[in-house]
């Protein structure tokens, strides 16, 4: 039983479970019924469960059976009524088909126009869109079109300007566009290229004004040269202005060139041509010459790209090459004035376009990279004159070169340049030109002292006579109370050397202008000139002169007489000299003329050389003496060669008469003297071992001679017997042998009045002894073989005697 219920309550589970899937097939998707039929094979009641399936289904099948018949007849209604709406249904399809053929026929062309219109609507959509982009891109278009240009047309600075506009503007408002990738990536390049055709440019400006640098500062000097002549006449004139242009005047030529060189100018020159305009009257200004638009351009463009100081850097390091190329002298520039003016040119024209760059760029060189460049360039310049000046023996030469220099340091003084050095440098030229001016004036002393006649100047007419005062201060009122034909006392180089001293003078003058010395220091350098032209070159002229061996005793004595004339103008000289230094020579320190020393020493050696040349003449003459010193006949004339002699010295002391009196008076007195002199010589000499009474009495008629002379008063002034006491020696030493006095001799001897007081005692025992010697010759060959004759034994004794007492006189002299 308990089996039975545990089976009824197995088939009720088992009942449960077939009604759950059951209805779970109603209610689940065909699609998901596949677990569970699963379940059901899966389960053992599986006949069972096809058993309930049958009977669900059949269940199902009634029902829809009832169903169907419940609504049969209005199934039937409703397939009668659909029977009828077909027929309707199909009218009204061929109706509308009908209307649709209709209608697409009626509205193709209508389809055509909308298609058309669509078209035309979607090209005006696409056109207005591309019209923007183009108005967006256009300007690109056209910055990059003028960009090309500017570049095309080398204004790059321009060019540099739109570039910026273009990258910064324009080109990010159409970034999206391949054509702006391709124009960005070309900027970098761009910016380089202008920034290499502005330097490319630069480097054709630099070379350009190296090459016209000398242009540049010919031009910059004479607009000095100019200015120093407009000056010179306001001087005349009473000053309104300052004597020089200020900064401001010199800089107001550039008003206009600073418009057309602005970073905008289209001007690519370096240098203009102003080659048409060397004719005209107005000298352009030096600025003017150059145009500096590639420096602006570069500056502006370097700074724009943030490289200005590599620019500065490079603009400097290329002008001191430059300076350095520049400051280089030739080695010929001392040969002419045109090598030192084209030096000069070239250095003006560097620092003239250097002076320009500081004040019309900012900060492309500065004040202490100019006085840098400035100070180098003095130096090497001063070297440089220094060296080559030193090579120049021209006078005239030096005289132009110092003007160029007084014109180049004037020049650059305007620019601001300080020149001091160059002015002390000068002054170191002086110097030298002075040397140079000696050496050509005796030059010109030496032609004129070597051309001149000695002779005095004659004058045959009034104009003549005029024209030698207008040379030389000349004044003597008898002289001009004289009819013509008369004759100055002095020779042509009288007049010739004053003017040519006052030609010098004039010289030194030349120098001295503009130095910017005061008028006591240019007095001062012309007095110390003078001197020396005096005291050496004039000086030395006139030695030489007077120290020449065929120089003749007319041409000494009027030397004399020129420097007697030539001393007493030196005060005329000094006149000269402070008329135009306007320096009184009363002034302090003023330096005195040293002439007047200068022509007395030419004088004094003129006269020595008179003496010398007198004494020479006698030596001459009594060469010629030809004395038998062993004869025994008497004569009664003085010997040929000495009346000759007398004669000659006659003549001579003729032409002294224009001669200061002492100066011929100490001629005459110093050629007795020599002839006195060397006349005892000749009677002493030690060839002349012995000499004959006889010999002794014509040597007194010599003597005689020469004293007769002397009487006659050759040249006036002396007193009385006063030119005879130049052969008193000679003429007491005869008289005490012709005579033969010696008791009066050696009893006066050593008293201040005695009779021979002139004789010394050993020219006495000298002549003595030759006698002696004589007559013990003359007693040996007579008597040979016999004994001296008594007189001639006395005599002799006599002679021996005298000749102790003698030697007793020297002995006890000396002692």
């Known amino acids: 039983m308990e089996r039975g219920k545990m089976a009824e309550a197995e088939s009720l589970e088992t009942a449960a479970e077939h ?23 899966d389960g053992e009641e599986h006949g069972r469960f096809m058993e309930k399936l049958e009977t669900r289904i059949r269940n199902h099948d009634r029902e829809i ?16 009524e659909l029977l009828k709406v077909r027929g309707e249904a199909q009218k009204l399809k061929n109706q509308v088909t009908d209307t649709n053929r209709k209608l697409q026929h ?40 003028k960009l090309r240009d500017q570049m095309k047309t080398k204004r790059h600075y321009p060019a540099l300007k739109t570039l910026e506009h273009l990258e910064h503007t324009y080109l990010p408002q159409v970034s999206h566009y391949r054509f702006c990738k391709v124009m960005v990536d070309n900027i970098p390049k761009l910016r380089e290229e202008i920034k290499d055709v502005s330097m490319s440019d630069l480097k054709d400006f630099l070379e350009s004004i190296r090459k016209h640098s000398d242009k540049i500062g010919e031009t910059a000097m004479k607009q000095a040269q100019q200015q ?3 000056d010179n006449i306001v001087l005349q004139q009473p000053r309104i202005g300052s004597r020089r242009k200020s900064k401001k005047d010199v800089y107001t030529i550039f008003d206009t060139e600073i418009e057309s060189t602005s970073p905008k100018s289209e001007q690519d020159s370096g240098i203009l041509d102003v080659e048409d305009e060397e004719d005209d009257e107005e000298v352009p200004g030096a600025q003017d010459l150059v145009d500096f638009s590639p420096v602006y351009r570069c500056l502006h463009i370097y700074s724009v790209l943030g490289a200005r100081e590599t620019f500065e850097n490079y603009y400097r390091k290329q002008r001191r090459k430059q300076a350095r190329l520049v400051l280089q002298p030739p080695s010929n520039m001392h040969e002419t004035l045109d090598g030192y003016r084209k030096y000069f040119n070239q250095i003006v024209g560097f620092f003239v376009v250097e002076d320009h760059i500081l004040h019309t760029t900012q900060g492309l060189v500065n004040r202490a990279y100019i006085d840098e460049l400035w100070e180098m360039a003095l130096s090497k310049t001063i070297a440089a004159l220094r060296t080559h000046s030193s090579y120049c023996s021209d006078p005239n030469l030096v005289l132009d070169l110092k003007n160029l220099i007084v014109l180049f340091a004037d020049t650059l003084q305007v620019y601001g340049f300080p020149v001091n050095q160059l002015f002390d440098m000068l002054l170191e030229i002086r ?10 004036w005796a030059g010109i002393f030496r032609n004129i002292l070597d051309s001149d006649n000695y002779s005095p100047i004659p004058v045959t007419s009034e104009d003549m006579y005029k024209k030698v005062v207008g040379q030389f201060p000349f004044q003597d009122t008898e002289l001009e109370k004289q009819p013509f034909p008369k004759k100055f006392p002095f020779s042509e180089f009288v007049p010739k050397v004053y003017n040519q001293i006052k030609e010098f003078i004039y010289a030194c003058l030349k120098f001295s202008e503009d130095l910017h010395l005061s008028s006591t220091e240019v007095d001062d350098m012309i007095r110390k000139s003078t001197n020396l032209l005096l005291t050496r070159t004039l000086s030395n002229s006139l030695q030489n002169v007077i120290k020449r061996k065929n120089i003749g005793l007319t041409e000494l004595v009027q030397i004399i007489i020129n420097t007697t004339h030539l001393e007493k103008s030196c005060k005329y000289l000094e006149e000269f000299i402070t008329n135009i230094t306007n320096v009184l020579p009363e002034t302090v320190h003023t330096t005195k003329l040293y002439g007047t020393t200068t022509f007395k020493d030419a004088r004094h050696a003129a006269e020595e050389e008179i003496y010398t040349n007198l004494n020479q003449k006698i030596d001459q003459f009594l060469q010629l003496a030809d004395y038998d010193w062993m004869t025994g006949d008497l004569g009664n004339k003085a010997s040929d060669y000495l009346v000759d002699l007398i004669a000659f010295l006659r003549s001579t002391f003729a032409v002294f008469t224009h001669l200061p009196g002492k100066v011929a008076q100490t001629a005459c007195m110093s050629a007795c003297k020599h002839l006195a002199t060397s006349l005892m010589q000749l009677l002493l000499e030690a060839e002349v071992r012995q000499l004959t009474l006889g010999a002794l009495q014509q040597f007194n008629l ?14 006036p002034g002396f007193q009385e017997d006063t030119l005879q ?13 012709i005579q033969w006095d010696w008791s009066t001799y050696l009893a006066d001897y050593g008293q201040p009045n005695c009779k021979y007081l002139r004789v010394n005692p050993v020219t006495a025992l000298t002549l003595l002894e030759k006698i002696s010697r004589e007559m013990r010759d003359t007693s040996r060959k007579n008597n040979m073989f016999a004994q001296f004759r008594k007189n001639e034994r006395d005599k002799q004794k006599l002679i021996d005697t005298v000749a102790k007492q003698l030697r007793g006189l020297i002995s006890s002299h000396h002692s």
Request: charge should be negative; charged fraction near 30%.
């Open 19 to 41: 009604e759950r899937i059951l209805r779970e097939i109603e209610s689940t998707d065909t699609a998901c019924i596949g677990p569970t039929l699963r379940s059901v094979y």
């Open 65 to 80: 059976e009832k169903m169907c018949n419940f609504h049969y007849q209005g199934f039937v209604d409703s397939i009668t």
């Open 106 to 145: 009626e509205g193709k062309e209508l389809v055509i126009a909308m298609e058309e219109l669509k078209q035309c609507r979607l090209q005006q959509r696409n056109i207005s869109a591309t019209v923007d982009k183009l108005m967006l891109c256009l300007p690109v278009l056209e910055m990059y079109s």
């Open 228 to 230: 120093r002549n407009l």
């Open 431 to 440: 110097d030298q030109y002075s040397e140079t001016l000696l050496k050509k």
């Open 702 to 715: 010599d003597v005689r001679e020469c004293e007769q002379f002397a009487r006659s008063g050759p040249v």
């Open 725 to 737: 006491l130049a052969f008193i020696d000679l003429r007491q030493l005869l008289d005490l042998f």
